[in-house]
């Protein structure tokens, strides 16, 4: 069903599509600088003095080859989904296109860059332009289409052929994921003086990456590999973990990534442990960060470094287990006043709290945090006298320093997902639910809302000591500045932008705020003004997150689990009354 009408007539779309690939193809093709940039050729043999092998394409240049060819089979090819296909990739060659026009203009010197100069002429950029514009228009002329409906019975096969059906469909999808994590990762390099065109290749990879996967939802491949692993949830999660155990084994597997995977790793634990208190229950929490710091630092004094206050060498399990219940307990007393405020004085409460610890652990009250000195030497987590920061081999194969610290994290974060997917279906989970959308209506069905809220400050504190202890042992050090109010609020707007209430959301909500800063770094003072900007367009255009519960979706999307217009569904669902009522057998004059 088409909700919106396009620009042109229906007549036109297929010439506009077509023309729309055929200039991405030339796009791919053409110098997109007509000279040196200050910095030195912009890469991918893009430069026009560098321009020798036009057909040998690389990176941004091999991606819009890639978006053309697409293009040009989905507008000659019955393809499911043709007008939201053609739009995703209109747009992800536009943001390429953009992005490399920026770029290329601001460090050239002016538009004679991207254009002509010196008698010398490269209009690539200019040329993608256009062409997804053409493509953007032509997706649009025959409004928004449904999403299509792929049935799960893969080639119609039922009983054991459906489910090894289903299964390779699904180890298909993972791998793809896993992947496109790897490309992600490396795209741009690490950056600095020896490439410093890390961060507009980065932005443009994200480019191919979103109309790629925009591509793959208007399709509705997408919601079928969800419907599938919703089927198959077990064989599902293994397939995952091995995928994510496999990442060292990919290009992004060096001692550099390995160090921030497991840094993500340490904040999406910390992420889900904050959804409980925001996502599930609905208390704003301002000051998280400070039970990850209270881990962290209890650790750090059980680990025997040198700098600690205590000078006690425990083994990491039980320092770990002790630093997170030692953070559970700061975080029931954290939230007792929960039992008489609520809204935004609970927030102001929460983020007193935060700088309260943050102001004590720079200036050593206690004798525990060594001050603005930090608790240096924090011996590594050893496992059979290896060292979880050296480098090992596995089955023949070298793996990086640190990549013992991502295997351990990978499997905490699998373990907190699973203690949060049972606490989320559980009575008190529902209980935390309830209390979020109504805590006067759940008081009056008979919930202690008091203790509801107390527990879950609890269970959301213990989960942050727990990685606050892992983020201490793997950086080999405790500062009070990694625990300041900034942190909080990046954790808040990760479970925010992830979805809240939803465990993949808080995942992919803090893998995003961690890696985009760690990528756009080639930015310097624009940043957090590129990140800032980012953020807040996505949550124009998804407020209820990137993976959205049900309840978040019908409130803030008017969107079925499905992802269907609750509208839309209703007014088919009146239709089909309608006709049932009526009946076949009906006269006219009485159907009229």
Not at 71 to 80: I, K, N, R
Not at 402 to 424: D, P, T
Request: overall charge neutral.
């Amino acid at each position: 069903m088409s909700r919106d009408s396009g620009m042109i007539p229906a007549a036109l779309v297929r010439p506009f599509t077509a023309a729309g690939g055929l200039l991405l193809l030339v796009a791919a093709m053409l110098p997109w600088a007509t000279f040196l940039l200050n910095d030195g050729a912009y890469p991918d043999k893009s430069t026009l003095q560098f321009f020798d092998a036009p057909f040998e394409l690389t990176g941004f240049r091999w991606h819009m080859l890639l978006f053309g060819i697409a293009a040009l089979v989905v507008t000659f090819a019955p393809v499911p989904g043709k007008a939201r296909v053609l739009r995703a990739l209109g747009w992800g060659g536009l943001v390429i296109s953009v992005i490399g026009a920026i770029f290329i203009v601001s460090e050239g010197g002016g538009i004679g860059a991207i254009t002509a100069a010196d008698g010398n002429t490269a209009f690539g950029t200019i040329v993608g332009i256009i062409a997804s514009v053409l493509l953007i228009i032509g997706g649009t002329a025959t409004g928004i289409t449904d999403i299509p409906e792929w049935s799960t019975k893969i080639f119609g096969l039922t009983g054991f052929g459906g489910r090894l059906a289903a299964y390779a469909v699904l180890v298909v999808a993972f791998a793809g994921v896993l992947y496109l994590v790897s490309l992600t990762l490396t795209a741009g390099g690490i950056g600095g003086a020896a490439f410093p065109y890390a961060g507009p290749i980065f932005l443009a990879f994200l480019g191919f990456a979103g109309g790629l996967l925009g591509a793959l939802h208007g399709m509705g491949l997408t919601r079928l590999v969800s419907r599938l692993s919703e089927q198959h949830r077990a064989f599902s999660i293994l397939v995952l973990l091995v995928c994510a155990f496999a990442l060292p084994f990919t290009e992004a597997g060096n001692a550099y990534w390995m160090r921030v995977a497991a840094t993500i790793g340490v904040y999406a634990v910390t992420a889900i442990g904050l959804n409980i208190v925001v996502g599930l229950a609905g208390l704003l929490d301002l000051g998280y960060v400070a039970f990850l710091g209270i881990g962290a630092f209890v650790a750090a004094n059980l680990s025997g470094a040198a700098a600690s206050g205590l000078g006690w060498n425990l083994p990491f399990p039980v320092a770990a287990l002790i630093a997170a219940c030692v953070a559970g307990i700061f975080g029931a007393i954290v939230g007792s006043p929960t039992l008489r405020v609520r809204g935004d004085y609970l927030a102001i409460v929460t983020l007193a709290f935060g700088e309260i610890f943050y102001r004590s652990a720079l200036n050593d009250v206690g004798g525990l945090t060594n001050g603005s000195n930090s608790i240096p030497g924090i011996p590594p987590v050893e496992l059979f006298g290896t060292p979880f920061n050296k480098a090992v081999e596995f089955f023949g194969v070298a793996l990086p320093a640190g990549v013992l610290y991502y295997f351990m994290i990978v499997l905490v974060v699998a373990g907190i997902m699973a203690v949060f997917a049972n606490l989320k279906n559980s009575r008190i989970g529902r209980a935390w639910i309830a209390i979020r959308e109504d805590e006067d209506a759940a008081r009056a069905m008979g919930i202690r809302t008091g203790k509801a809220k107390i527990l879950a400050f609890l269970v959301g504190a213990t989960v942050a000591g727990l990685a606050g202890a892992i983020f201490a042992h793997n950086l080999g050090t405790a500062s009070a500045e990694s625990f300041r109010f900034l942190e909080s609020v990046t954790l808040l707007a990760a479970v925010i932008l992830g979805g809240m209430g939803t465990i993949p959301g808080a995942v992919l909500g803090a893998s995003l705020l961690f890696v985009l800063p760690e990528k756009l770094r080639e930015f310097d003072d624009y940043r957090l003004l590129v990140f800032g900007l980012a953020l807040v367009f996505i949550m124009r255009f998804r407020p209820q997150g990137l993976v959205p519960d049900r309840h978040r979706r019908a409130e803030l999307a008017g969107e079925t689990a499905e992802g269907k217009s609750i509208e839309t569904e209703e007014e088919q669902a009146v239709l089909e009354q309608e006709r049932e009522q009526v009946g076949p057998s009906t006269p006219k004059e009485d159907r009229s």
